[in-house]
Structure formats: C-alpha cells, structure tokens
C-alpha cells in the first residue's frame, strides 16, 4: 500500500475505476471450458452436481465444438423454449443462467444443427435439505423471514476501507487501526477510500458489496471488490477478481435452533477481534479474492458435520451462479473454525481446495472425549471430601495426571466448552425444550442430540428410568469411559501413590443420559460409537490427503487449546496414508497462533501451492498431484528470525514437547491419535505394568471391584473403529432421516465443473 495518493487524487481514481471497469469487458482466468461430447454437443451444468441443484436455477454451459455459430441453437426445459438465456459470451463459452427449476427433476435439452443432448437436473428447495437431516425444527425465524422455512430475498450492501486504517500504521504489514470497514453509500460516496492491487494487476478502490441471504434455512454472506457502477455476470465478472474464493468460519461447538449469523473473522469465537491486527479477510478482499461464510459452518452455531457441508456446498453453487466458475476455494478458521474445515474436507471431499487451520482440533467429539474426562477429575479433585482418608492429592500433580501443565487447562474446557456444549436442559426449543422432570419428552438440548440422524437411538437395553418413562431411546452417546486407568503414567512414574490411583479410578465415575455424574463408569453406546467414526465427526483422516493443509500452532497459555490436537491431525494423516505429505506446520511464539502474520503469509502460501495444483492436469491422482506440487518453501517451520522463516521438520519436531502436552487418556496408556473411543478390554494383571510400588490386597480388590470387565488394551484398535465413508446423506427421497447414512450415488457426468478447476476434481462431477 506504499505510495497512496492523497485524499483528493484518490477520490479521483475512484471516479475513473468506476467508468472504466464499467466498459471493461476484461475478466480473470477461471474454470476452463469443457470440451463437446462425442457427438459433437454436450450440456453442462457448472454450478453444482447436476443431482444435487437447490433454489430453482443454475449456470449451464453448452460445449459446442469449435467456433461453431449458435445462431440456431435451441434450449428447452420442460419442454419450454428457453433459447434466449443462452449466448456465446465475451469469454467465448456458450453460457447461460436458467431459472424456473421446479423441485424435483427437471429436464434440460439442446439442439444444434442436428445434434441433440440433453441432462437432468434434480432441484431442492431453497430450504433443504439435500443430503442433511430432515429440516430442522426452527422455535423462530429470522426477522424479514418470508415464510416458516427462514427464506428471505438476498439483500446487498456496500463496506469500504478508509485510508486512515491503512495510513496511521503503514509500515507494519496486515495491520490497522480497527477490523471493520465501514458502510458505502455509491450515491454519497466518500472521499477517503483506500486502493488496493489485486493479484490480476489492477488497481481500484477498496470498495466491497456483501450479499446477505439465507439457505438452508439460516444465513450465508458472499463478500467481493465490487465496482457499483459495473455489471457482474458469471461468464463475465469484474476484473479485479482472481477467481479463487477465502472461506471463513467461527469458533466453539454449538446446537441451535434459531438462525445465526455467518462469521467473517478468523479468530470469531475464540478471541473476538484483536484490537490493530487486520482479519485475513479483508487482506484476501484486497488481493481479489472473494470471501463466503455460512451460519452453518460456524461450529458455534451448528457441530453436525453433514449440516455444515451442505450448506457450505449451497452457497459455492449460489457463489458460481451469480459470480462464475472458481478456480478453488480456501478455508481458513481457528478452533471450531479447525473443525469445520477438517470434517467436512474429510467427509465431505472436495469441498474444499485448501485448509488454513489454527488453534486446531480434528473434530469435536475428539475433543469432547478430552473434555469429558477432564469435567469427571474436576469433580474429583475439587472436592477432597471424596478422598479416602489417607488420599491427599498436591494440586500440582492433578495436570500430569489430566495431560497438562496445570489444572487450569481442565477448569476453562470445562467452564468454556464441555459444559455448554452437552448440557441436555435449557431453552434451546424454548417451552418446548428437555426438563426430566417438567417436560421428559421436550427436545434435548446439546450437541449430542442436535445429531441423531448420525448418532442413532440408544436401544431398548441400556434406557434409563426416564427413557423406560417416556418410551423411547435417547440419542446414543459415543464418550465412553469404561476400563480407563486415569493416572497410569504418573503411577508408573512414581509421581502419584497406588492409593491415590486406586481412590481415582475407583470415585471417578462416569456420566449419565444427561451428561450427568454418576458413580458407574459411562458405557459407550452402539451403534452411536461407529456411526461418529464413519460419519466423520470423529475425523479419522482417510479422505484428507485430497487437500493441502497448513496448521499454524502456538503455546497454551491454558486456554483448552493445546497444541497436542494439531499434531492429532499429523499423526492421524501419516497413520491412514503412510506421510503427511500435505499436512504443513508452522510453528511460532504467539499463544495458540504461532505468528500474527500467519494468516496472510499462510493464504499467500496455499494460494501458491494451489496455483501449482490447478496447473497440473494430468490424470496423477490429486493426492500426488498436492506432493509434487507443494513450493520448496513451503514446509514446517517453527519461527520468523528478522521476517524469515526457520524452515525444516526437525524444528517442529524440537516445538512438539514445549507445545503439546496430553491428556487423561493418553496418559492413561491410549495411543498418541487419542480417537479410541471405546477401547478393546483386557483382564486387570497384578503383573501388567504399575510402577515399583506394589498394590495392597485390598487395593487390588478394590481395583477389580472398579474395573470388573477389564482394562483398556490400547494394543488392539477401539471397538466399531472404522474409516469416514464419504459423502453420506442422512435424508431419503421422501424426506425420511436416514440413520447412520447411506452413500450419495456417483455424481452426473458433466456436472460441478464450475465449483472448482478440473485438476482439484474430487466426486463433484
């Protein structure tokens, strides 16, 4: 931004962008045409899985062979002419936007001189869903909803970044004065707009429309450079825009039932804004990228996996119809903005071309698991009333035995996530939501019952008193605890006595129906636990060696974001596919973020590695096509020494002990992936490993009283562990929920050419 003009120049270069892009016919490298079928014509349909269409229109190209003349070209749907929506546009491809779809299937022919092709177009209302649970059951709509469904007519705004926040603090990078900009009004304009050059070369003012509109049922936001003054067609977009598209998320792990609001901010969720540093989307709105965001891939707003991907899916289509064909799409997020992005590229592959993850988890029921054990010791620890006489626990020796530095870590996830997260009373359906005593048969609240359409029923054997009560099986709860040994390591270690390892394994307990304590350990329920692997809410990784990934971590202060879950997703990468070769981690200082600059040093860098990939069209699979295309310099590092990096696998190896630390499970023997759910048993054997301070008899008797089916043996694979089976839909033809999935049929020939350039194709076409 060095060498910006004055005020009154500035305001005359704004003048002249606006006359000048309004004439332009000039437009970036996007998605490239397909070539004609075999005889000579083919239709297709650009902006979503021809199967899979929702809101009643779509972009449809008509591959003709050669410069053919289409003068007598003649489209029908449903047998009305709808000839004139289509043209050879500027970019030379016979393009057009068809609207009028009736839900359902539609039929789409074409003639040319002879030839004939023709598709079929399946579409889902506006609403959904498509290939997620049966609507959700809204207690209230959004203001300015039209209907019960939250549908509202899209609405645009215009936002513009003023040259104060990019004068003041020039010389530092990514930085300004505030992380907002500030309404447009194209009939009042402003006279301090900031310019920016985008990476196609031109250089315009920092002016930005935002679509506002809702999708399956809740909200999404699609945010570009937008000259007022200009048309924007998707065969001809303003040329400023570099194709390619900045998908950004929130952070927690939420379950409601009224629609929210799409985050913009990397860090929403987690931090709030950080007062001087720049969201990374708007860095990415001045190198021409767009930005979506979608309520639903918010985590904080919605945990289910199948949810998120679908509406993630809805707004690309939407994105491509209105704006043209993407090269590929970024995601970017911290926390639950990690989870988002891993689960559904895992699930749901293809969805994205890139992950910018930081803060990182793998998914939440793996963290979940973490957290519940934690929430079971704070009990324990917290109360020495429940002590044995004789027990005294040093509360420096209750984070070893948690997996932490300190028992701070254990109290902020309990307080800031676990609790809120799974408590199953509240007001999340208003009157109508779960009391078990007032109202046995309200909905549940929780995230745990916001999936029941992945999870399952818990069956008619292990219901509770209040289950037996009203005739039906809970939703199953996969975070079982029983045969842990809590405090193992510390025991073999000689940190903590045989009776203080006995009297925790022994009082510790489990949870209940309701994510209640209760004295007996928690059994996990069946089929929940292999449903949340082969849903992918347990993200097992066999499907992420389609998309690059770089993770950015930092220290924990002791904030339940340990470094530990970034390595997760390494060690669970080389796992499934013998490397992580498209997993890269940039380590640094900063708490949880490793570097303030990250984030634009990060999209910079996957842009390039994607840039490589796009180039790439070979027919080498996508997985090798990401390793040999990765830039040299685009490896592990572990700091910036004087604005360079410290590159190699090595430093990050040296991060790992000073960054990551445990947790009750994985210092309780479990294996270092920690997504054992509900572990293998073994017998309980005096000679198995306990340290050099032998067991009392009674303590022993004690112990197999606590664990009288066994102990875990973390030598044999967790019980129903099993891969993600991608793209699962949970609804039928007849708006039936499908419990525990069914796999989506292959995609239509030509069809989702538009979501992405053909070298990243992944199942969307």
């Known amino acids: 931004m060095s060498g910006i003009p004055t005020t009154a120049l500035r305001g005359g270069l704004v003048a002249v962008w606006l006359l000048m892009t309004a004439c332009s016919g000039n437009t970036p490298t996007v998605a490239e045409p397909v070539e004609a079928g075999g005889d000579g014509l083919s239709v297709l349909v650009l902006s979503n899985r021809a199967d899979m269409i929702s809101g009643g229109d779509a972009l449809v ?258 994105f491509v119809e209105q704006y043209g064909p993407l090269r590929y799409a970024i995601g970017t997020g911290c926390s639950g903005g990690s989870i988002a992005q891993l689960t559904i590229a895992n699930a749901y592959p293809g969805l994205y071309q890139g992950l910018l993850t930081m803060c990182a988890y793998p998914d939440s029921l793996s963290a979940g698991l973490q957290f519940a054990d934690l929430h079971l010791m704070r009990k324990y620890f917290e109360d020495p009333s429940r002590w044995a006489p004789g027990v005294i626990w040093n509360p420096l020796l209750w984070g070893p035995v948690e997996g932490h530095l300190t028992h701070v870590n254990a109290v902020v996830a309990d307080e800031g996530l676990f609790k809120a997260a799974t408590q199953t009373t509240g007001s999340c359906a208003g009157d109508a939501s779960y009391d078990p005593e007032t109202n046995p048969t309200g909905q549940r609240c929780g995230i745990l019952e916001w999936i029941p359409h992945i999870l399952g029923q818990r069956g008619p054997e292990v219901w509770s008193e209040i289950e037996q009560q009203v005739g039906f099986g809970f939703t199953g709860i996969p975070l079982g605890n029983t045969g842990v040994q809590y405090g193992l390591n510390a025991l073999r270690a000689g940190l903590i006595t045989p009776a203080m390892f006995v009297d925790l394994n022994v009082k510790i307990g489990g949870l209940d129906v309701d994510i209640q304590p209760q004295a007996s350990r928690t059994q996990a329920d069946h089929p929940a636990v292999g449903n949340a692997y082969r849903s992918g809410m347990i993200n097992m990784t066999n499907n992420l060696d389609t998309v690059p990934i770089l993770t950015f971590v930092g220290p924990d202060p002791g904030i339940a974001h340990d470094a530990l879950h970034a390595w997760w997703i390494r060690w669970r990468i080389e796992r499934e596919h013998g490397s992580a070769r498209n997993h890269v981690m940039w380590g640094g200082p900063v708490p949880l973020l490793g570097d303030l600059e990250y984030v634009y040093r990060g999209l910079d860098a996957m842009d390039a590695w994607l840039a490589q990939v796009e180039a790439d069209t070979s027919d080498t699979p996508l997985a090798d096509k990401i390793s040999r295309n990765r830039p040299g310099d685009v490896q592990d590092q572990c700091a910036i020494v004087g604005g360079e990096p410290v590159l190699g696998e090595v430093c990050i190896d040296l991060l790992r002990p000073l960054y990551a630390y445990g947790t009750p499970r994985t210092v309780a023997g479990d294996t270092r992936t920690a997504d054992n759910f509900d572990c293998q048993l073994k017998p309980l054997d005096r000679n198995d490993d306990y340290g050099l301070v032998p067991f009392t008899d009674e303590q022993w008797a004690q112990l197999a009283t606590a664990f009288p089916e066994g102990v875990c043996d973390y030598r044999a694979p967790g019980r129903a562990k099993q891969p993600t089976v991608a793209w699962l839909r949970y609804v039928d033809d007849n708006g039936r929920m499908i419990v525990g999935g069914d796999p989506l049929p292959p995609p239509p020939a030509n069809s989702g050419g538009g979501m992405q350039a053909a070298a990243f194709d992944y199942g969307l076409r």
């Open 61 to 318: 190209e008509i591959a003709i062979p050669g410069d053919e003349a289409v003068d007598g070209l003649r489209v029908a749907l449903n047998g009305q002419d709808i000839s004139t929506d289509f043209a050879r546009r500027d970019n030379g491809r016979v393009m057009g936007r068809i609207d009028g779809l009736t839900v359902g299937e539609n039929r789409l022919v074409v003639q040319l001189n002879g030839a004939q092709s023709s598709t079929t177009i399946t579409n889902y209302p506006n609403e959904g869903p498509i290939f997620s649970r049966p609507e959700i059951k809204r207690i209230r709509c959004q203001d300015g909803a039209v209907d019960l469904a939250c549908n509202q007519p899209a609405e645009y705004s215009y936002l513009y970044r003023p040259t104060a926040l990019v004068d003041v603090l020039e010389p530092v990078p990514g930085v300004s004065l505030g992380t907002d900009l500030l309404p447009y009004d194209p009939d009042n304009p402003p006279d301090d707009v900031a310019m920016t050059t985008t990476q196609t070369g031109e250089t315009v003012p920092f002016i930005v429309r935002q679509e506002l509109g809702y999708q399956d049922r809740d909200q999404y936001k699609i945010l570009t450079l937008f000259n007022p003054q200009a048309p924007w067609e998707p065969w001809a977009p303003q040329p400023h825009w570099n194709g390619t598209m900045l998908i950004t998320h929130g952070g927690n792990c939420g379950a409601k039932y009224t629609p929210g609001s799409a985050p913009l901010d990397d860090y929403s969720g987690t931090f709030g804004d950080i007062p001087l540093i720049e969201p990374s989307y708007i860095y990415a709105l001045g190198q021409g990228y767009a930005v979506m965001s979608t309520a639903l891939a918010n985590t904080g707003h919605n945990c289910d996996v199948a949810l998120a991907a679908e509406s993630i899916m809805m707004a690309k289509e939407r």
